[in-house]
């Protein structure tokens, strides 16, 4: 079992940053790639953001790219996202997520492990 805790969310004026963390205990951190996902009010969970299980390899959904940065520290069982020129339509409950395939491939019903979410609200 993994057990995984989000934190770091709050609200932002558009244009603002914000950090989350997803804090990881149980089996080994680093056997694991981890995402990001988040889900609005009246839509589906989607991806954000994955890395890879020692972090050199990073992905990201479109609407995210140059914006938000994923990263990693397995030494210490946290991973980030730093979310940058936040705008209101990436408010949203943020849920972190492990899985043991590869980060590249892996889709969301295929992670084994999620946390219960941060809210992130962005005001225009």
């Known amino acids: 079992q993994v057990q995984l805790v989000e934190s770091g969310g709050g609200l932002v004026q558009a244009g603002g940053s914000l950090r989350l963390s997803c804090a990881a205990s149980?089996?080994?951190?680093?056997?694991?790639?981890m995402g990001w996902f988040r889900q609005a009010p009246g839509k589906e969970r989607e991806f954000v953001a994955a890395i890879t299980r020692i972090g050199l390899g990073t992905y990201y959904a479109d609407s995210v790219q140059g914006r938000f940065t994923i990263s990693r520290d397995n030494a210490k069982n946290t991973m980030f996202l730093q979310m940058n020129s936040l705008k209101p339509e990436d408010s949203a409950v943020y849920y972190c997520a492990a899985g043991r395939g590869t980060a590249q491939n892996l889709a969301q019903g295929e992670y084994d492990y999620w946390g219960r979410g941060t809210q992130v609200a962005v005001s225009s």
């Open positions: 149980g089996r080994t951190f680093s056997n694991y790639a």
